[in-house]
């Protein structure tokens, strides 16, 4: 070890001095007051300075850079604990160029009373100095843009390639930072995601960000990057390396595909045509156009035709009839010298025809040119629009879904500079697809949804009378286009007697099955009424009807379509009111109750016994009677008026009742009113509310006597109920009341049991009825031409409208019915 002459802290006691001063290493021991005190022949190899040179001297001043005592102080630290500390440290030479060595300082160590420390040191040499043309060709020509940046995020190499991505020249680049040139969040973001990689060591790889690229600067492209550590052989961290790649094809797959994704998810929520037009306009502005229109040919937009010219078969029309049906701007509104929705349009882009929409191929023209002899010669008032909006860049593709034309979708580009390119084609035709797919759907729902509620209105009664005991109204809301068309029903049915019956119902299920399902019930209601039944043994009996249609939609298809056959069920509620007594009879079939408004103006809802619903077979249904005043309001309504998503069917009862207490209004006005206040909005199930204001028979309109049970008493009774018709102005019809009375007298006196009545009816139709304690009803039969008998009923069939016979507690009434002439 060499010892300075002057030097102080230079050690006095002997040492290994030959091996430290014959060793090849760079090496220097420094006290801990930064004085030299021990060098080596690779120091001197290395920096040029002979031992007498620098023994004694500060350490200092060999440095190229200055001193930080905070630094030194922490390094002294990490030596006395043992750990040491390398880093690369700039060093000068004896001739004054500077030198980068890595530099170790190993742990602490005394030499009598003085700390010391032992530095070693290497040049830092660059990998890749060996072979430089080699690198020259493969890094600085690579595909894939490279650059080493320092620990302080400067440049200090960089390829062709990256200086070609960015555009800025490498002589401004190396030296100074990203931020510096780019001013930017992403150039932030990068230099953040590079100061991490210092921080742990970890690399960073495929971070994807999206620019412009000076090579191309009318088409964005989207970049991915990997940042790696750059480490010396001692493990240091002595800068970044980043790779930069052009993944702008791989990005655009990926946005195709993820704009598809999305497409499916906004276009087609619900099956209609014109929205979801409107859909695929607003979806494309302004994601990928700044003007959209989407013309669809009339057939599509009808709901009667079926547009069979549409398909490849057959020739087109020269020119298709469209209209608007869907229309988007990133202008605040649309122009105004575009056809808006609804209206008639022609637009084809020219030189193309009908063929167009036939061969579902898109037309791209990237450049949109107005001045092109073609749009002067055949759409001149449409270039002057292209002109004056600036759309310079257009797709048009045909809207084609199962083999059938729909209609053109036109995108063009006017505030965003960039033209379309043939990869926009690609997801403009896929966007549209999509779209016509929907619209194909949406078609096809609407005209089978038409059809079903053209069949259901056919099956309900067209026009409702109630005779001179009721005023009625009715009001039907078909559901909307998502719940599809239901099963509701409702009736008034004309008896004997001028009584009324009234009937509403609710089949299970939606669609053209529960449309003809509802239409076998009220005819197999019809039926049962004009058999006369009471309403509880009607309900009976529409029961078995429900439960042997139930087994046939079982047992008559194939094993399939059992699998998926849905149980047929209904609920009902059948009334009959009668206005001699003002008595209303009553039952129910899982329906909800009747509402009643006397005439004072309070709504109830009488309490009928809730029978199960139609189609469970097994139980029994009771029926209630209720008085009703003179001009009370009785209403029979399904539950879809009733039912809310805000509120419970108590609620909706409630308010159902409080609007028809309204008197300032007719019966039509209110049944109207009431629908509309209570579902403002459609709603999946359709709704039905049956009205009907009771009128009492005055008693001048009704004639009865009792009958003795002696057939000498046929002619007086005969006679007197001559004299009422007369009395009542139907002299016309004495003579056939006469044969009528005898004939129906006659047969109760003789296989009948008392008491006997007779009683008239005036109403619309002029009644006899005869009733009696028998249940057993007269058969009319034909009687031959040698019997002496068995033509009474015959007579009084071919005398009278109609006539029939009722079951009652007591008995039976046997009725007949003649239509009465009014006067000119």
């Avoid at 030299?36 to 004694?56: C, F, K, M, S």
């Avoid at 030189?351 to 167009?356: A, I, N, R, S």
């Avoid at 849905?566 to 899982?590: K, N, Q, W």
């Avoid at 040698?786 to 008995?811: K, N, P, S």
Wanted: net charge negative; proline share 6%.
């Amino acid at each position: 070890m060499n010892s300075a002459q002057d030097g102080s802290d230079a050690p006095t006691s002997p040492g290994p001095r030959e091996l430290f001063d014959a060793s090849s290493d760079a090496a220097a021991v420094v006290s801990g007051r930064g004085v030299v005190i021990g060098w080596t022949r690779g120091a001197e190899a290395l920096l040029g300075y002979q031992a007498p040179e620098v023994l004694g001297g500060s350490v200092a001043r060999l440095l190229a850079m200055p001193g930080d005592p905070v630094r030194v102080e922490g390094i002294a630290e990490r030596c006395r604990s043992g750990m040491g500390w390398n880093g690369l440290v700039p060093v000068l030479h004896r001739d004054g160029h500077r030198i980068d060595v890595d530099l170790r300082v190993s742990a602490s160590f005394r030499i009598g009373p003085d700390e010391c420390f032992l530095l070693s040191a290497r040049e830092q040499r660059r990998q890749w100095a060996l072979g430089q043309s080699v690198l020259d060709g493969f890094l600085t020509r690579s595909p894939v843009g490279m650059a080493v940046m320092d620990l302080q995020l400067r440049y200090v190499w960089l390829n062709d390639t990256l200086e070609r991505f960015g555009g800025v020249p490498r002589e401004q680049r190396l030296g100074r930072r990203l931020s510096e040139l780019l001013p930017g969040l992403q150039a932030e973001t990068i230099e953040g995601l590079m100061r991490k990689v210092l921080v742990t060591g970890i690399p960073v790889t495929d971070y994807e960000y999206v620019g412009w690229s000076w090579a191309d600067p009318h088409r964005q492209h989207a970049y991915s990057t990997s940042f790696f550590p750059l480490v010396d052989a001692d493990n240091s961290v002595t800068g970044v390396c980043y790779m930069v790649s052009d993944v702008t094809e791989r990005w655009n797959a990926r946005q195709l595909l993820s704009l598809v994704n999305e497409a499916g998810t906004r276009i087609g929520g619900t099956l209609d045509v014109m929205r979801t037009a409107q859909e695929l306009a607003d979806f494309a502005v302004p994601r990928f156009a700044d003007f959209v229109i989407v013309d669809l040919l009339e057939p599509v937009l009808s709901t009667q035709g079926h547009g069979t010219w549409l398909t490849d078969a057959g020739p087109a029309p020269a020119t298709p009839v469209m209209r608007r049906a869907g229309m988007s701007s990133v202008r605040e509104g649309c122009p105004e010298a575009v056809a808006q929705i609804g209206e008639r349009v022609d637009f084809l882009p020219p030189p193309h025809g009908m063929d167009l929409l036939i061969s579902g191929e898109p037309v791209l023209i990237p450049v949109l040119d107005p001045a092109d002899e073609l749009w002067l010669a055949v759409q001149p008032a449409r270039a002057a629009s292209i002109r004056e909006f600036g759309l310079h860049s257009l797709i048009s593709v045909p809207m084609r879904a199962r083999n059938t034309a729909l209609g053109l979708a036109t995108f063009a580009r006017s505030l965003n500079p960039i033209s379309f390119q043939p990869d926009d084609a690609l997801i403009a035709q896929e966007l549209v697809a999509r779209a016509a797919l929907c619209v194909d759907n949406a078609r096809r729902y609407t005209r089978e949804h038409t059809a079903a509620v053209t069949l259901q209105r056919s099956l309900l009664p067209h026009a409702l009378t109630g005779g001179t005991a009721l005023e009625v109204a009715s009001n039907y809301l078909p559901a909307d286009a998502t719940g599809g068309v239901g099963g509701d029903w409702f009736d008034v049915i004309p008896l004997s007697g001028a009584r009324v019956g009234l009937v509403i119902g609710d089949v299970v299920g939606h669609g053209i099955a529960a449309a003809a399902s509802m239409g076998r019930l009220r005819t197999a209601v019809q039926t049962l009424a004009d058999m006369e039944m009471r309403p509880d043994e009607l309900l009976a009996h529409l029961d078995d009807i429900v439960l042997r249609l139930d087994e046939e939609e079982t047992d008559g298809g194939d094993a399939a379509d059992r699998s998926v056959t849905t149980f047929l069920g209904a609920t009902c509620l059948y009334a009959v009111y009668d206005p001699v007594t003002r008595r209303c009879s009553m039952a129910r079939a899982g329906h909800p109750p009747p509402v009643v408004v006397a005439p004072g103006g309070q709504a109830y809802f009488p309490t009928i016994p809730a029978g199960p619903p139609l189609g469970l077979g097994g139980m029994a249904f009771e029926a209630a009677e209720i008085e009703l005043a003179e001009n009370s309001l009785f209403g029979l309504y399904t539950d879809g008026l009733i039912e809310g998503p805000d509120y419970d069917v108590e609620l909706g009862m409630s308010r159902l009742g409080a609007l028809l207490t309204r008197s300032d209004c007719d019966l039509a006005t209110l049944c109207t009113s009431a629908v509309q206040q209570l579902v403002p909005v459609p709603q999946p199930d359709d709704i039905a509310l049956l009205l009907a204001r009771t009128h009492a028979l005055d008693a001048d309109h009704v004639a009865s006597w009792h009958v003795p049970a002696d057939p000498a008493a046929v002619g007086d009774v005969r006679a007197q109920a001559t004299r009422q018709v007369e009395a009542w102005g139907f002299g016309d019809l004495a003579m056939t009341t006469e044969l009528i009375v005898s004939e129906l007298v006659t047969n109760a006196i003789r296989y009948a049991a008392p008491p006997i009545r007779l009683r008239l009816l005036r109403d619309s139709r002029l009644t006899c009825e005869v009733s009696d304690a028998s249940s057993t009803a007269p058969r009319l039969r034909h009687a031959r031409s040698m019997d002496e008998g068995g033509r009474g009923l015959f007579l009084v069939a071919q005398l009278a409208h109609r006539w029939g016979a009722r079951y009652t507690t007591e008995g039976k009434i046997i009725w007949a019915e003649q239509e009465i002439l009014q006067a000119d």
